[in-house]
């Protein structure tokens, strides 16, 4: 089977490293090539896998534009990759021009471990048992609101440095935004020094910027692999 | 543009300065167990589990969208105070049976509740 790590303009460079000790080995698709490598087996997923997998498009990412595919995709054969890719090829042009000559950044803000909710009297009627239901669910109706808005002012500061950007809204209860910025490879700094400025106006949040990564949000590919 | 890490330090990667990485790893602890699920445990010994904590899920489920319809039509004044009691009752005592239960089979509040991957939690 193949395994695939990305997408780039041809030639590919000689000698990257792949998964279990394979080198990539370039497969024509269109006027682009897939970087892919032998494997019989999806790996696992663990960190010296995943690290691997990055290894081996960070190198290309290197010399060239890429679009990076998430761990774990594997393909039958030369002819899947035809299949599930020819649709795609034009997007796949103009995606590459758009992440050329930027990375990718991930902004994650974590907020304090919530209070616990006042212990309430356990309910004695069914009517107080649906009144305390009715204000809990309105609680957190209102609450998901808030987190919603919370996330929205802090992407929306970010936002106008990428030129694409993507977010979520609390991910987990106290993961108040998980965004990630397709920013100019010459303005990470910038983008970096509004990260820690949001960090000043936000103390009560903790905020993790990490990269450069390859644009792993930002390649729009609807790629679909074989269920093993 | 980009260095090349040995796979055992991330550390390069962190851009923030301040950052204590701790809380964001046990943060996405439950993030990595929504992508990779538990499985129902299909060896004899503990079928009996994964078969109870299934069905559990399923009717925590419907108890709580009934509920939710109840606190709807409470809202919405279309229930007699008579309804809203005789509601409120069963609804109650259907959660007490469902915890009974659980405690019966070991199973953690938590685990009533199934990863449907990118669309969250089922509860």
């Excluded at chain 1, 595919?69 to 890719?85: K, P």
């Excluded at chain 2, 609804?91 to 009533?112: D, H, N, P, T, Y």
């Amino acid at each position: 089977m193949l395994y695939l790590y990305a997408f780039c303009r041809p030639p590919l460079p000689p000698d990257v490293p792949g998964l279990h000790k394979t080198m990539l080995r370039a497969i024509p698709v269109g006027a682009l090539v897939a970087a892919v490598s032998d494997l019989d087996t999806p790996p696992s997923a663990g960190a010296p896998h995943l690290w691997a997998h990055e290894h081996a498009v960070e190198t290309l990412m290197q010399t060239r534009p890429v679009l990076p595919v998430r761990f774990g995709t594997m393909l039958h054969d030369a002819e899947h990759l035809q299949a599930v890719t020819a649709p795609q090829e034009a997007a796949m042009h103009e995606a590459l021009a758009r992440v050329d000559g930027h990375v990718e950044l991930s902004v994650r803000a974590l907020a304090a471990e919530p209070p616990l909710p006042p212990a309430e009297a356990p309910p004695r009627t069914g009517t107080d048992y649906l009144r305390q239901r009715q204000a809990q669910l309105s609680a957190e109706q209102a609450d998901h609101q808030q987190a919603q808005q919370r996330a929205a002012a802090l992407h929306a500061q970010l936002a106008p440095l990428a030129a694409d950007s993507t977010y979520e809204a609390r991910r987990t209860a106290r993961m108040v935004l998980t965004g990630a910025y397709l920013v100019p490879a010459d303005q990470q700094d910038a983008f970096q020094d509004a990260v820690a400025a949001l960090q000043t106006q936000h103390p009560d949040l903790a905020f993790l910027c990490t990269g450069p990564w390859p644009p792993y949000h930002f390649t729009r590919l609807a790629l679909t692999t074989p269920t093993p | 543009m980009t260095s090349t890490n040995p796979p055992s330090a991330a550390s390069p990667k962190i851009l923030s300065e301040q950052a204590d990485l701790q809380a964001f790893v046990a943060e996405l602890d439950p993030v990595r167990q929504g992508i990779l699920p538990p499985r129902v445990a299909l060896d004899p010994d503990s079928a009996d589990q994964g078969l109870a904590k299934l069905v559990l899920t399923l009717i925590e489920l419907l108890r709580q969208l009934m509920e939710r319809q109840a606190v709807r039509r409470m809202d919405a004044g279309s229930l007699t105070d008579d309804e809203v009691e005789r509601l409120g009752l069963t609804l109650m005592k259907l959660e007490g049976r469902i915890k009974e239960l659980q405690a019966l089979f070991g199973l953690e509040e938590e685990e009533l509740n199934l990863s449907l991957g990118p669309l969250g939690r089922l509860l």
